[in-house]
Structure formats: structure tokens, C-alpha cells
């Protein structure tokens, strides 16, 4: 039996969008521009006006799609990382400025060479992740396994110490009534 026919189901039916409208020329300008504007696959899958999932199975499906899709985002990023590097390394560029009459003709042109230096900045970033080991902030010095034990074996037996004297002197030893030497941590304090 045929379902009844709602509001609902024929704005789907208005809507509905296929494979093949998006592998056409039109559809392939599209998803490249969306995809190199930085948009993501959620995005883009919204654009289109279907779910992620069915994108992606579109995507796994059509190499057309997938290409579509993947060389907006790469060139896009090739974009990016070229900005980073011109910046990261300092560059010059030609500003013309030009002076006009009334009538919009050009009475005098001038051509000035400007420099942009380096920037510190993107220069650090650049280095911090094409090479990490050298240039990350956090350096760690590696001791001998051994020596870091025999120091930590060494912290863990004065602290044991500590707790039993502790424990001595409240269990059987010395309560002469006063309250215990040890001073109150700051988390016990608020708790009363």
C-alpha cells in the first residue's frame, strides 16, 4: 500500500537532491569553492542539502565527488602555508600610487618598492611543526633510569618514615592531651 502523500513528504521530494547533479560541471564548481572557502564536510553536506553520512558514502562512490571535495581543501591549504612562509620569511611588493584630474585621466604614476619583514612569530610556528623534534617548546632532560629510582625509592622511604612516627606518637606513645603537631592542609580546614 502506497504511504499517503503529506506536506512533509513533498517538501522532501522538492528538495531531493542526487549523486549524478553534483558530478556535472556546475555541481564540481560548487563543491570545490565550498571546499577552498574552509568549509567542512558537515557544511558542505548541509550546502548540498543532504546528511554527512551520505556524503561521505557519495564521496566513497564518485571520484569525481571525492576529488571535487579534496582539491578545494588542498589548495586551500597550499594557500595558507604559502602566506605562513612569505610571511615567516620577510618579502617586498610594488605599491603604485597614481594621482588623477578631474576627469579621471592619470597625471602622474608612482611606483614605490615596500619591504615586509620577517615575522619572529610565523617563523616559530613554521619551525614548531615541520620540525618538532629540534624546535618544540617543551625540552625534556633524559637522566639514567636507575638514578631517577634510587631518588624516588629515597623520597618513599622518608615519607613512610614520617607516617609511622606519626602514627607512634598518636596510637600508644605520647598523648598527653594536646592536639597533634601535624598542621591541618587547607582542604581539611574548609571541610568543618
Not at 79 to 98: D, I, M, N, P
Not at 161 to 169: F, Q, S
Request: net charge positive.
Amino acid at each position: 500500500m502506497p504511504r499517503k502523500r503529506t506536506k512533509i513528504t513533498e517538501e522532501r521530494d522538492i528538495h531531493r537532491t542526487n549523486m549524478a547533479e553534483w558530478e556535472t560541471r556546475s555541481g564540481i564548481l560548487k563543491l570545490r569553492g565550498w571546499a577552498s572557502n574552509g568549509l567542512s564536510y558537515k557544511d558542505i553536506a548541509q550546502k548540498m542539502g543532504i546528511t554527512e553520512p551520505t556524503l561521505i558514502k557519495w564521496r566513497h562512490k564518485s571520484e569525481i565527488i571525492q576529488e571535487a571535495c579534496t582539491w578545494g581543501r588542498d589548495r586551500a591549504d597550499l594557500f595558507v602555508e604559502s602566506a605562513l612562509f612569505k610571511r615567516a620569511t620577510g618579502y617586498s611588493y610594488e605599491e603604485v600610487q597614481t594621482t588623477q584630474d578631474s576627469k579621471r585621466r592619470v597625471l602622474e604614476r608612482k611606483i614605490t618598492k615596500k619591504e615586509v619583514p620577517a615575522s619572529t612569530t610565523a617563523a616559530i610556528f613554521w619551525l614548531c611543526n615541520r620540525k618538532p623534534k629540534e624546535w618544540k617548546n617543551q625540552k625534556y632532560e633524559h637522566t639514567d633510569n636507575q638514578e631517577s629510582l634510587n631518588k624516588l625509592d629515597a623520597v618513599l622511604k622518608r615519607i613512610d618514615g614520617e607516617c609511622k612516627k606519626d602514627t607512634d606518637e598518636g596510637e600508644g606513645g605520647k598523648n598527653d592531651g594536646t592536639t597533634s603537631a601535624t598542621p591541618k592542609t587547607e582542604l581539611e580546614t574548609h571541610d568543618r
